[in-house]
């Protein structure tokens, strides 16, 4: 895989997710800075899978900032519920006015299993699409990560964001909501498919 160099942009608007992964490229010793300080605009994810909207996201943060770029589309994928919300987690959370509310979007989730699998232990997982990407070439690597676990109800924890608050991974007590962040990125999607990231730069 091609060097990074010394600056990376993060491509995300969500605090959450941009502050998650800049705790794991810290130990790259890259400086990193977010889509939104730089006035980015936010594509629409028009793709199918998770790795298609990272890919984009990644290749139009490059080609705009001049420098390489890393987005993540990730989401929580109900086995009652087919997989869903899947790649549509963050829009389960979206109101009429676009504003994003985890609560709405935990209880929509939530309703939904109950309706479908009401007396069962909700199995679901956490995946994980990163993509790099180099300015204006074209050249894009791509890695993917995935935690298995349950759902429960009500939400615990206030750490994390999105759907944390509601997961508990497989060997586990503690939803991610309640997980320290050090404990949460020792087994989250996100860090799985940033060891396989790692292990790439260090070919």
């Known amino acids: 895989m091609r060097p990074i ?59 705009l900032s001049g420098l390489p770029a890393l987005a993540d589309d990730s989401g929580l994928c109900v086995d009652a519920l087919h997989g869903r919300p899947g790649i549509f987690s963050a829009r389960w959370a979206e109101d009429e006015d676009g504003n994003r509310d985890w609560m709405r979007a935990m209880s929509k989730v939530w309703s939904e299993v109950e309706a479908t699998e009401p007396d069962a232990a909700p199995a679901a997982h956490f995946a994980c699409s990163l993509a790099i ?11 993917d990560g995935r935690v298995d676990g349950i759902l429960v109800w009500p939400p615990r924890g206030d750490r994390g964001f999105g759907y944390d608050p509601m997961f508990v991974p497989f ?28 292990a790439a730069l260090n070919e």
């Open 171 to 198: 060997g586990h007590e503690m939803t991610f909501g309640e997980m320290e962040p050090l404990a949460k990125h020792k087994m989250s999607h996100r860090a799985d498919a940033f060891r396989k990231l790692v």
């Open 5 to 63: 160099g010394g600056k990376l942009v993060i491509a995300t608007h969500n605090p959450g997710k941009l502050r998650e992964i800049a705790e794991l490229v810290a130990p790259l010793g890259l400086s990193c800075v977010g889509a939104a300080e730089l006035d980015l605009p936010e594509p629409e994810e028009i793709g199918n899978t998770f790795a298609d909207n990272a890919d984009l996201k990644a290749r139009e943060a490059a080609d």
């Open 133 to 143: 990407a180099w300015p204006n070439d074209g050249q894009v690597e791509t890695f």
